[in-house]
């Protein structure tokens, strides 16, 4: 090897060696930064928050809370279908998406979701005509929740429209079943907060 090539030969090396002592650098400051990422509280927190989020509660028997009051914001709110008596099942642990009104309120990169509990329920319901003046209808479809769709509430239609119906006549009992979801309150872990079937806070208490 000449003199030239030896010569071009160790600058190529020594460009090589400066390179590859950069990229290490940029790495190691780029990990000792993701470092102080993950240790800063504020990302204590974020990862904290996802890590709760997921953490299912314990199966709970149906004796644990009363429904009542989160079963009636499944119904109407001009009150024409009224509550008799609603009787609750189990409650089954799940994590449940926010609904859209909530999650504008969520930081970047917190969870959207939370634990809490879907209840099944078997509800007697009767229908109490309002808003006629000269004569009353004599029977009426009641449409219900459906699997695909268990947060639809309950509403009195004169068409299905391809939804799960079932025929009412004014003041006769009708039994239906359908879900109940909730929220543990983050503030009180003995007691759940309703999904905002009408944009409103509810809260059931957990029995001791």
């Not at 239609?157 to 391809?162: A, D, I, N, R, T």
Request: a positive charge; proline letters at 9%; hydrophobic letters at 40%.
């Amino acid at each position: 090897m000449n003199y030239s090539t030896r010569y071009f030969a160790l600058l190529a090396l020594g460009l090589a060696a400066s390179c590859q002592s950069k990229e290490e650098k940029a790495n190691a400051a780029l990990a000792d930064a993701l470092q102080t990422q993950a240790e800063s509280p504020a990302e204590q927190a974020r990862m904290a928050a996802q890590k709760a989020a997921y953490v299912l509660p314990p199966a709970l028997p149906a004796s644990a809370v009363d429904v009542r009051a989160g079963v009636q914001q499944l119904l109407p709110e001009e009150g024409y279908l009224e509550l008799v008596s609603v009787k609750g099942q189990n409650l089954q642990p799940i994590t449940i998406g926010f609904p859209p009104a909530w999650r504008i309120g969520v930081k970047p990169g917190y969870p959207k979701v939370g634990p809490g509990y879907k209840i099944p329920f078997e509800a007697v319901l009767h229908w109490k005509p309002t808003g006629y003046v000269e004569t009353k209808p004599k029977s009426a479809l009641l449409v219900m929740q459906t699997p695909k769709d268990s947060l639809m509430r309950f509403h009195i239609s004169e068409m299905g429209l391809g939804s799960k119906v079932v025929q009412v006549r004014p003041g006769e009992p009708v039994t239906v079943q359908g879900v109940l979801y909730t929220y543990i309150d983050r503030d009180n872990a003995q007691r759940l907060l309703v999904y905002p079937y009408q944009n409103k806070q509810v809260y059931l208490n957990l029995a001791n």
